[in-house]
């Protein structure tokens, strides 16, 4: 008779990546890894994706990922490009903010989308299954251990039957319940608030339903409107007054119906989808336990003000997806790993301070509270919107084209505004044409805009760095860019090296100090060798840690 033991012990898998949770940010980790040609298992226990909107604005900086891959264009042109944001007091609108062209000259996508997570999904699904990924359902992760160069995870499918699966690495992207994360007994420190929120789904009729946003503030609670693809379609989002949270917690959007109808002059037809919720503010104490990650909710978790917790999840994706992809196919060294926690924890801890504070201003009860509400931010939020360095700062900051990793062990130096571990600049490069074309390749490059300076197209023949040369234009310089100097450029857009003075050896040692991999003839190793340590000096490595 076979034991549950050795029918476990019999069903075994390897593979360099195990992905746990086929949310926005799993598939996009396995689509990128996919791309550099690494193999990858998805898996969610869940029976099919979701089919609910939940979240809906996708950043722009999400855009230029995706564009990255060439798949942009099936989400802006299934999205809504929001023009304007409205806001209302007591059922009077007060003030409107223009959100198109907000960010023109920024990015190829200056503009405010909305494109539903569950279409979102169905998109990045399509995507996996052309390329021979599938997701599979059904199926969880019951436990893992480490196994020296590895991890022995354990997996349940839906008929119950167990499996051995060894990856090399596994990366939680498993939600705020998250298993790998209570696996790893790692901390996630934060709170719930108080207040329920709800979020419903409706196709109806009135002035809210004009294609913008719209945002009711009220004396004592909050009310938010987003438009979906069709006539009249829209997603609600609210707090339940706190005359009725404390009443029961089995709330329906009768509930809500008189608030929605009374203060935005609403005609409902049909109610698509409702559902309460607590908003969490959390960040995991780490991202990464030795070859296990964390990433997107698994990590963090925020309120929803701002739209900006898918995507995220996302750039976490992203930003470790082609370090994984240099460790495992390249040869990169595994301490370049530990750089993913480093740049995007920072980040994470930043965002929930922010969004907490936004999250109490329209929140907040009392007299005081509801004075700013309803009658401050209408009056300084247009006068404020006025002036092109607070949109641009905003737009920025909303769109996430402002991350940036400049304290990150692989940024070094400053060349005209732009520093290490800033996103690289979009500049037109020609009519219809930017710099941001170069970056479909998916690999490290060298970007000089002007002449480069002697010798640096020799050091990228010898580095095996692809060298993009762009004609030199005023536009550039407004960008902050600086002529003739050297931009070395991670595969995923950031500047790694600012150079001002283009010097090809610095180039070369950039690359070797860090133990990246590169194209280096052995008779031009020594030419690229960091400079010794001085005598008496304490030793560090490349990656800001003490040896």
């Not at 994706?49 to 942009?72: I, N």
């Not at 829209?234 to 509930?255: N, Q, Y």
């Not at 929803?304 to 976490?316: A, F, K």
């Amino acid at each position: 008779m076979t034991s549950d033991r050795d029918r476990v012990e019999r069903s075994r898998t390897a593979v360099p990546v195990l992905i746990v949770g086929a949310g926005p940010t799993g598939l996009v980790l396995g689509l990128w890894l996919t791309k550099f040609g690494v193999p990858v298992r998805i898996i969610d226990k869940t029976a099919e994706p979701g089919t609910t909107s939940r979240a809906l604005a996708v950043s722009a900086r999400t855009l230029e990922f995706y564009r990255q891959l060439g798949m942009a264009d099936p989400l802006v042109e299934g999205g809504v490009k929001v023009p304007g944001a409205n806001f209302w007091v007591q059922g009077t609108r007060v003030a409107r903010l223009p959100l198109d062209r907000l960010g023109e000259g920024l990015t190829p996508f200056p503009f405010a989308l909305i494109f539903p997570q569950d279409a979102h999904e169905r998109v990045l699904i399509e995507r996996l299954e052309a390329l021979g990924v599938m997701v599979e359902r059904r199926t969880e992760l019951v436990r893992f251990d480490p196994q020296g160069d590895g991890v022995r995870a354990t997996l349940r499918r839906a008929d119950g039957a167990e499996e051995i699966c060894e990856a090399s690495y596994v990366a939680g992207c498993d939600g705020a319940h998250s298993t790998v994360r209570e696996a790893l007994a790692i901390g996630f420190p934060g709170g719930t608030y108080a207040a329920v929120f709800f979020v419903a789904d409706v196709d109806g009729s009135g002035p809210a339903t004009n294609g913008e946003i719209h945002v009711d503030l009220g004396r004592s609670d909050f009310l938010a409107v987003f438009p979906l693809k069709g006539a009249g379609r829209v997603r609600l989002v609210g707090t339940v007054l706190e005359r009725l949270a404390g009443e029961h917690g089995d709330w329906t959007f009768d509930d809500v119906r008189d608030r929605v109808l009374g203060h935005l002059k609403f005609t409902i037809d049909r109610v698509n989808w409702f559902s309460t919720y607590h908003v969490h503010h959390r960040v995991a104490a780490r991202f990464r336990e030795g070859r296990a990650f964390l990433l997107g909710d698994a990590a963090h978790v925020h309120s929803p003000v701002g739209g900006q917790g898918m995507n995220t999840g996302i750039g976490d994706a992203v930003n470790l997806a082609w370090k994984l992809a240099a460790v495992l196919n390249g040869g990169a060294a595994d301490s370049l790993l530990d750089t993913y926690e480093l740049e995007r924890i920072g980040f994470a801890r930043r965002l929930v301070a922010t969004t907490d504070r936004a999250f109490t201003m329209v929140t907040a009860q009392g007299p005081i509270a509801w004075r700013v509400r309803t009658r401050l931010v209408p009056l300084v939020a247009p006068l404020l919107f006025r002036l092109a360095a607070v949109r641009r700062f905003l737009f920025r900051t909303v769109s996430q084209i402002g991350v940036n990793y400049r304290d990150s062990a692989l940024s070094e130096g400053a060349a005209g505004s732009v520093q290490g571990g800033d996103r690289l600049p979009r500049v037109e490069t020609a009519p219809n044409e930017d710099n941001f074309a170069a970056l479909t390749a998916l690999a490290w490059q060298v970007h000089v805009y002007g002449e480069p300076p002697r010798g640096v197209a020799e050091a990228c023949g010898d580095l095996g760095l692809p060298l993009e040369q762009f004609a030199w234009h005023p536009a550039m310089h407004r960008s902050g860019l600086m002529r003739g100097a050297l931009y070395v450029v991670r595969p995923d857009g950031y500047v790694a090296l600012a150079d001002p003075s283009g010097d090809p050896g610095r180039l070369g040692r950039y690359f070797v100090s860090r133990g990246l991999p590169v194209a280096l003839r052995r008779d031009e190793a020594t030419r690229f060798e960091p400079a010794p340590v001085r005598p008496g000096s304490p030793g560090v490595s490349p990656w800001g840690v003490g040896r």
